[in-house]
């Protein structure tokens, strides 16, 4: 778009700001038992204020009341929604503008619900709502577009205000059009890598998946290496046997793996590099305690254990 | 009554912790806390019209995000707690076979209203944040 599209189409875009998206409407049911029970239900919540009427007389309000959450539940749609679509109003009107304007992208990114006072039962609830801001063009990770709030009053049958919502929504540009339904793709969940097992390093991890640490060691000078390699550094003999670690030892130096997480990992894990009693050196996890617990030169005892359901490795606990 | 205590706003502190909370993100979870909720959008059921929004399956509704965060607060503080704000900032969406783990502090207090302010955030395994914000309790003053 040119600038004088933009400075165009913006015009169109402000001209909603303060446009009404529903006068005073009535939610199609009082607030009710039925409705409180099955969000409960749904949503694990067990507080008796909300379904016990026994407890709820005793309590300092005396009466049940409507989850606070539930306050703009009364008045949504309903099927009509999934099935003939959204009735036309200023909000509607507003994302078809963006739309045909390739402002198709829709994110939610706050919503703050304020409660100014409780419903109970038989309360009739009313909602009005305005578009009260739109923010100038931004350039955003998801693509350029706007920020539009609308604003929800909502009240009860004797004019007591009941509360306000504030809904923030971005109408974008997106930078990559979605891929069109793919076929039916499960969601995969992370698992953490395999281990890379080569011609030089298989055995070790084979012995890992049966509990056990190795250390290579030369058959020649004897000298223990880790991670195996096929040639001794001291006397370059390729011959070679192993041991098995232990796995006491100390920590040579540490840090923490911090943000972002790693699907299938732990999150903030300690990794160190360890000093094996045998002499040699291993990079690890050190599991068990805090990281402000762990310090060089700590003693730990290591375990071999499985970690996911492929992979089984040398965790380390303070000893 | 008794098997539903209340915390007194004098027995919290700030910087208290909040137990945490895990929650399976499954179909069954989100169908039903759109449905519950009255929000038909269809990305919310079907998953077909999800995927051509460019997600994997049916995502979790901001309704249903709120109803979880209210719970964790008033898990925690007792039945006698009055919410007085639900403040959300959205991120990744919850996607059934997610979990979420819900972790809150309590972060203000003000001895005039009563009224104390909870940091809580709810992170999903695979996307992370998928909600962080404020709840506000008032909660009972004096024995």
């Known amino acids: ?319 | 009554m008794s098997e539903y205590q209340t915390l007194n706003f004098a027995d919290v502190s700030v910087g208290d912790s909040l137990p945490e909370q895990d929650i399976d993100i499954t179909s069954g979870l989100v169908v039903s806390g759109a449905l519950a909720t009255r929000d038909y959008e269809p990305v919310h059921h079907d998953k077909s019209v999800a995927q051509a929004a460019g997600l994997p399956d049916v995502f979790m509704n901001i309704l249903t995000s709120q109803a979880l965060m209210t719970r964790f607060a008033t898990d925690w503080s007792g039945p006698e707690a009055v919410v007085k704000s639900l403040d959300i900032k959205l991120g990744a969406p919850n996607v059934p076979g997610m979990v979420m783990k819900v972790t809150g502090q309590v972060t203000a207090k003000d001895g005039d209203s009563g009224v104390i302010d909870i940091a809580v955030t709810g992170e999903n395994n695979i996307w992370g944040m998928h909600m962080a914000g404020t709840v506000q309790l008032a909660l009972p003053q004096g024995a």
């Open chain 1, 1 to 319: 778009m040119t600038p004088e599209e933009i400075k165009a189409f913006e015009d169109q875009v402000y001209a909603y700001v303060g446009k009404r998206v529903c006068t005073a409407t009535p939610a199609k049911d009082a607030v009710n038992d039925t409705m409180i029970r099955h969000w409960t239900e749904v949503m694990g919540d067990t507080n008796p204020a909300y379904t016990n009427p026994e407890w709820a007389a005793q309590s300092a309000r005396g009466k049940t009341i409507a989850p606070p959450a539930m306050m703009y539940v009364w008045n949504q749609e309903g099927y009509a929604v999934a099935s003939t679509g959204r009735p036309s109003d200023a909000q509607s009107d507003l994302v078809q503008l963006f739309n045909d304007n390739g402002y198709t992208g829709v994110l939610g990114t706050n919503v703050k619900q304020e409660y100014f006072a409780e419903a109970s039962p038989g309360d009739q609830i009313v909602m009005e709502m305005v578009i009260d801001t739109i923010s100038e063009r931004k350039a955003t990770a998801r693509g350029t577009g706007y920020f539009y709030e609308t604003l929800a009053t909502f009240s009860n049958q004797d004019g007591v205000k009941l509360g306000t919502q504030r809904f923030r929504v971005l109408k974008f540009i997106p930078q990559e059009q979605p891929a069109a339904a793919k076929s039916d793709s499960a969601l995969e969940v992370p698992t953490r890598i395999a281990s890379p097992r080569g011609h030089d390093n298989k055995w070790w991890w084979e012995a890992c998946d049966e509990g056990r640490v190795m250390i290579q060691r030369c058959t020649s000078c004897q000298t223990l290496r880790h991670p195996p390699r096929p040639m001794c550094g001291e006397c370059q003999s390729t011959e070679w046997d192993a041991i098995e670690s232990t796995l006491d030892g100390e920590v040579l130096s540490f840090t923490c793996l911090r943000h972002p997480a790693i699907p299938g990992y732990p999150k903030d894990p300690i990794c160190a590099v360890i000093k094996l009693d045998e002499g040699t050196h291993l990079v690890a996890n050190v599991v068990g305690c805090e990281y402000d617990d762990v310090s060089i030169g700590m003693r730990l005892k290591g375990k071999v254990e499985q970690v996911d359901e492929k992979t089984m490795l040398p965790q380390f606990y303070p000893a």
